[in-house]
């Protein structure tokens, strides 16, 4: 019964280790810089794998993009994000989320660069980081409304949509990279976003 479990146990560790290979293959194929095809046969030979295995774990091409989205993610530690949206101080909380998505960005910005030029041609990318956006987005009118209270009592020049946009196109990929590729070190960039947030947000000076 042991060496039962056992053989069990090891299939399941071998296959969780070819899973997290052919991942692997999907993103080193984009951080190269050299090749963007994410078509199946091309990861397969990157991961030295058959497509069909690549079937056998994922299903199809858009469950392979919806978990290396998701190996990315976990890759860049994006979840904390999620927590600290969960602090009770609305200034901690959002210093927490920009702090989150700065460093997500920064893990991997040619795999993360390329699957966001790629959206453009490819339908299933698109889905895929539309999804996310739209996570990241949910969050940003999150902490709008939470400022909802504190803004009744101030005159504001903008309605609770547009600061919640204005704040997820500060959060976004698109302004980090461009800001990091004018040679904006990750520290430089989170603080200067979290006091444009803060502004945004009518939380008081930076």
Do not use: Q
């Not at 993009?65 to 901690?92: C, M, W």
């Not at 803004?151 to 997820?168: E, G, M, N, S």
């Not at 520290?187 to 200067?192: G, H, N, R």
Request: hydrophobic share 45%; proline share 2%.
């Amino acid at each position: 019964m042991r060496s039962r479990a056992y053989r069990m146990d090891t299939r399941a560790a071998l296959s969780a280790d070819t899973r997290r290979e052919i991942l692997e293959a999907a993103r080193r194929s984009l951080a190269s810089g050299k090749n963007t095809d994410l078509g199946l046969d091309a990861i397969a030979e990157a991961a030295r794998v058959s497509r069909v295995t690549i079937y056998n774990h994922f299903g199809s091409r858009s469950g392979l993009l919806e978990a290396l989205y998701d190996h990315l993610a976990t890759k860049g530690n994006v979840h904390r994000g999620k927590k600290a949206l969960l602090h009770k101080n609305l200034d901690i909380a959002l210093a927490g989320f920009i702090g989150a998505l700065v460093h997500f960005w920064s893990s991997d910005p040619v795999a993360i660069r390329r699957l966001h030029a790629m959206a453009a041609l490819d339908p299933e990318v698109a889905r895929g980081l539309g999804a996310r956006e739209a996570r990241r987005r949910r969050a940003a009118a999150a902490i709008v409304r939470r400022c909802a209270s504190a803004a009744k009592r101030k005159r504001r020049p903008w309605t609770d949509r547009l600061a919640a946009d204005t704040l997820c196109t500060l959060t976004g990929f698109e302004t980090f990279d461009g800001l990091a590729r004018a040679g904006h070190s990750r520290k430089e960039i989170i603080a200067v976003l979290t006091h444009l947030a803060r502004r945004v947000l009518r939380l008081g000076p930076a």
